[in-house]
């Protein structure tokens, strides 16, 4: 009897076993996962109020204007690219639709103004890299500085308050006891890696963010690709200043600004390459949920506010060092 025969059936499954957990273990998302239940653990012995159902929810409620706008994000990041100017479109569409409303408009319009006028952020974005041919970095920072005078020569340094619940609901209202941006979230996630995953338009994106010459020669219009990524992050930043609006009940001259580096951070925790090609929303989400974790848990230990900028400054150094030991970039370098 062939020996090979008998013995294919027992080393079969456990190599394929070994396979997949090798597999799972070399995967972009497993490190972001097993630091947030590590940080999870830590908190939960450090802390007493850590792991309480309202602790969680404070939680939710504070990723999701991060992780609305990581959404867009990650598209843009997967096709190389980067948006400084997510935090600044925040705070200005957030004060035109509340200034709008204050001033007579139909809140539900208000809304879509709100949204639709981010999403026209980010088309000039999205219409300067691609068809302008300037250097997203040049470019969203210019918008960066636009969006934030043109806040403070909108508001005169003032806040918008005694907003309609028609506005504030989608950021303060709840459905069935649940805060209104958590559902809201993982609705704009699940469609994000639908579109990212499932379409035809998603596939283009990780072409172009692959190799922009091999995706022209295929015959994909790399170009129109780029704005349109460009276009959704706007959308989902404008969808963001909703939310922050009806958090905070009002719209602030300086809501907004930092928002950037969360959401930057977020997208490359998560395992999204800033070099292009590669990225996963589920991983997104993770990195959301680690920093939404990490900044609860410096509060709940008292640590000194200054310290949780080092600390994200600190983590972004560290997932930025890793995406180019992933890439080989370090060893193409050296």
């Avoid at 639709?97 to 639709?116: E, K, R, Y």
């Avoid at 026209?120 to 970095?137: E, Q, R």
């Avoid at 969360?262 to 989400?285: C, D, E, P």
């Amino acid at each position: 009897m062939n020996t090979s025969t008998l013995a294919s059936p027992v080393t079969a499954p456990d190599s394929g076993h070994q396979g997949r957990l090798a597999g799972l273990l070399k995967h972009q998302t497993t490190p972001i996962f097993i630091a947030f239940v590590l940080v999870c653990a830590a908190l939960v012995l450090m802390t007493g109020s850590f792991a309480t159902p309202r602790n969680f929810s404070n939680i939710m409620v504070q990723a999701s204007i991060v992780g609305i706008a990581a959404v867009g994000a990650t598209f843009i990041i997967i096709t190389g690219g980067i948006d400084l100017s997510v935090g600044a479109v925040v705070g200005l569409a957030g004060m035109v639709g509340a200034q709008l409303v204050h001033a007579g408009m139909d809140p539900i319009l208000g809304l879509l103004v709100t949204i639709a006028f981010a999403m026209l952020c980010g088309a000039f974005n999205g219409a300067s890299v691609a068809f302008l041919k300037i250097t997203p970095f040049i470019v969203t920072l210019a918008l960066l500085g636009m969006a934030q005078g043109l806040t403070l020569q909108l508001s005169q340094g003032e806040s918008v308050y005694d907003l309609p619940k028609a506005l504030t609901w989608l950021g303060g209202g709840t459905i069935a006891g649940l805060p209104v941006p958590v559902p809201l979230t993982f609705v704009v996630f699940a469609i994000g890696a639908f579109v990212l995953n499932r379409t035809t338009f998603g596939h283009k994106v990780f072409a172009v963010g692959g190799n922009k010459e091999a995706a022209r020669l295929a015959g994909i219009n790399y170009r129109r690709v780029i704005f349109w990524v460009y276009a959704i992050a706007g959308a989902c930043a404008g969808l963001s200043a909703v939310v922050l609006v009806g958090r905070l009940g009002s719209a602030t001259p300086t809501a907004g600004l930092g928002l950037e580096l969360q959401v930057i951070a977020a997208v490359v925790i998560g395992g999204t390459s800033l070099f292009g090609g590669k990225g996963s929303l589920f991983g997104t989400l993770i990195g959301v949920l680690f920093i939404a974790v990490v900044n609860n848990g410096l509060t709940l230990l008292n640590v000194n506010p200054y310290w949780i900028q080092i600390v994200q400054g600190a983590i972004i150094f560290v997932a930025v060092l890793m995406d180019s030991i992933n890439s080989g970039r370090l060893r193409q370098d050296a």
